[in-house]
């Protein structure tokens, strides 16, 4: 299964203009926690339109792959946000059972290039021989 994100997220404003930024742990962090539920709230309904009917009952791993649009953005701060809002928008959707050790036995991120028109990250969950 595959599900592909953007990279950037765009903050809206009833009175002011649209604000966009890199969806990443940085920004996280520092951001309001309005803004972060909203953001995560926002990337679960991404998830959910790109599901299937499968169902992962056993253990699975992450792949992130990364297209960036601007070269000075930090691809782990990125993988690590992808896979947060990922994983909690799986398990809320009962696509797996859990996302703790039990299961999720980790993550592998790499950086596939430059996009400047589409910056995006792409997750593959991968099944595991224990499943």
Known sequence: MTIELPIYWVKTFKTKPNKTVLAGMNWYRNAHHFDQNKMKKDYHELVHKQLTDTKINGTFKL????????????????????????????????????????????????????????????ITIITTENS
């Not at 992130?64 to 992808?82: F, H, T, V």
Request: charged share 25%.
């Open 63 to 122: 792949r992130i792959e990364i297209y960036y649009k601007n070269s000075s953005c930090d691809g782990a701060n990125i993988a690590a946000l992808m896979e947060k809002v990922t994983l909690d928008a799986l398990q809320e959707e009962n696509v797996i059972v859990n996302d703790n050790v039990q299961y999720h036995l980790g993550s592998s991120w790499e950086i596939l290039g430059q996009d400047k028109t589409n910056p995006r990250c792409i």
